[in-house]
């Protein structure tokens, strides 16, 4: 099972996007998603996070701005990404624990580039 993200581009800052991510069968049991960024030449770091239970985590950056969001049965999580800003410019990573066969496993996404101009 991977996870293929998809929905990131070139925007004018003060723009929208929404990422979208999702497994490439359903799984039966998703425990928390999120997402993930990583400029050039910074550490990848968390952008957003939701659990099993819809509860949310936003990294100070991207609070009020961006949305997290999920669809269990079709293993997808979604962001949406307003008033963008030239500093969120990063591929994004979407992340996932899936029980796959009788083990948990922690995948991540292929990455999509969002880049935002000034």
């Known amino acids: 099972v991977q996870l293929q993200a998809s929905g990131g581009g070139l925007v004018q800052a003060g723009g929208s996007l929404r990422l979208s991510c999702a497994a490439s069968?359903?799984?039966?049991?998703?425990?928390?998603m999120g997402w993930y960024r990583q400029a050039p030449g910074k550490q990848r770091e968390l952008v957003a996070v939701i659990t099993s239970g819809g509860s949310t985590n936003y990294a100070d950056s991207v609070k009020g701005r961006f949305t997290i969001s999920r669809d269990n049965a079709k293993t997808a999580v979604y962001l949406q990404m307003n008033s963008l800003k030239p500093e969120d410019t990063a591929v994004y990573y979407c992340n996932a624990d899936l029980y796959i066969g009788t083990d948990w496993y922690n995948r991540w996404g292929q990455g999509t580039q969002v880049t935002v101009s000034s």
């Open positions: 069968r359903s799984t039966f049991r998703v425990n928390t």
